[in-house]
């Protein structure tokens, strides 16, 4: 009976420093009490004491719903005319039809060499256009100092091949796979489509570069996948 009155006096004590609550306490319960240092508070519709700080309104974060396009996740190339072009290993089929790698510093050491890169290969102004622009002027290109003409996706090696033999480049245009994103990554020039429904994902912007020795002498880089300065055409006039 003792034990229930402490508790009922306990529980209708409103200041904890009085020493009429502090009395009736149980003794296990009063160095706590002593320890606190923060005011006493009193939880709505009870007379228990709580202790600590005073109660504060926590405002749920809304969330942000980001639209995926193609414009808004285009990134600032970190490549740029003067620039080195950034190590990376790409691959490819050879005549024979095995798999080789290469890269990028191999490629382009003491060579002028014309680099495109597409969003991705079977794909519309990619085959239409773009690539078969680069095949039909390779001799003009040739003719005008350029050493190797090499045709950049994020594609796996065996697509490069299909989609070359598909559009009879032949040995005009190294067709390189750079699947993991690597040498576009580097570029700073990913582009992500994951908003289409064709299922692309995370490609490269349209580009056409001219690099001498690895040093990029001239860029003709598309926003996303447009096709409006990157031809064989606009890489002839800068020659």
């Known amino acids: 009976m003792a034990a229930a009155t402490s508790s009922m006096t306990l529980l209708s004590c409103k200041v904890p420093s009085t020493p009429i609550c502090y009395s009736f306490m149980k003794p296990s319960f009063r160095p706590s009490i002593i320890a606190l240092k923060s ?12 202790p600590g700080p005073k109660p504060f309104t926590i405002n749920p974060i809304k969330p942000t719903f980001v ?3 193609t414009t808004l996740h285009t990134v600032r ?7 080195k072009l950034p190590e990376a290993t790409l691959s490819y089929f050879d005549k024979e039809g095995e798999i080789q790698t290469i890269k990028v510093s191999e490629l382009t050491k003491g060579k002028k060499v014309v680099l495109l890169a597409v969003p991705g290969a079977f794909t519309p102004t990619c ?5 078969p622009g680069f095949v039909e002027k390779a001799d003009e290109l040739k003719a005008k100092g350029v050493d190797t003409i090499a045709c950049v996706s994020v594609n796996d090696a065996f697509v490069m091949r299909a ?3 598909n559009l009879n480049v032949g040995d005009k245009v190294l067709l390189l796979a750079d699947g993991i994103q690597e040498f576009t990554k580097a570029l700073g020039v990913t582009l992500d489509l994951s908003d289409k ?7 490269s912007r349209r580009y056409a570069l001219l690099a001498e020795d690895g040093v990029v002498k001239v860029l003709n880089l598309e926003e996303g996948g447009a096709f409006t300065v990157s031809s064989a055409e606009d890489i002839l006039k800068a020659l």
């Not at 005011?39 to 709580?50: N, T």
């Not at 190339?77 to 620039?83: L, M, Y």
């Not at 429904?197 to 490609?203: E, I, Q, S, T, Y």
């Open 77 to 83: 190339a970190t490549i740029s005319v003067g620039d």
């Open 163 to 165: 989609w070359g033999e």
């Open 39 to 50: 005011p006493s508070r009193v939880l709505k519709g009870s007379s228990f004491l709580v």
């Open 197 to 203: 429904p064709v299922g692309l994902g995370v490609r």
């Open 67 to 69: 639209r995926s396009s």
């Open 127 to 131: 085959s239409q256009k773009h690539l």
